[in-house]
């Protein structure tokens, strides 16, 4: 089991910046990919980024290329999302997730989850 804590979200003009962190404990040795999700009212949860832990290869969401950076720290298990030129349809609750898939895109990739971490985006 890996536990996932985040933090970071708040509120942010359009146009703004966040950096939501995410802190892992456990059995982070169980896990190879890390990544982000979110999750806007009344819509399905949608990937964001991830990253494979041993290579440090990254991913994006097409909607979020350029403008969101994935990293990690590893002597902190911990992985960062910072986001830039923040627009409204980015608001949503943001999830951390820990995992063993394949397909980095998809939620069942993932098995362990974070509790979430609000982020809204004002026009």
């Known amino acids: 089991q890996v536990q996932l804590v985040e933090s970071g979200g708040g509120l942010v003009q359009a146009g703004g910046s966040l950096r939501l962190s995410c802190e892992a404990s456990?059995?982070?040795?169980?896990?190879?990919?890390m990544g982000w999700f979110r999750q806007a009212p009344g819509k399905e949860r949608e990937f964001v980024a991830a990253?494979?832990?041993?290579?440090?290869?990254?991913y994006y969401a097409d909607s979020v290329k350029g403008r969101f950076t994935i990293s990690r720290d590893n002597a902190k298990n911990a992985v960062y999302l910072q986001m830039n030129s923040l627009k409204p349809e980015d608001t949503g609750v943001y999830y951390c997730?820990?995992?063993?898939?394949?397909?980095?895109?998809?939620?069942?990739?993932?098995?362990?989850w974070g509790q979430g971490t609000q982020v809204t985006v004002s026009s």
């Open positions: 990253m494979r832990w041993s290579s440090g290869n990254t």
């Open positions: 456990g059995r982070t040795f169980s896990t190879n990919v």
């Open positions: 997730a820990a995992g063993r898939g394949i397909i980095l895109n998809s939620a069942r990739s993932y098995d362990n």
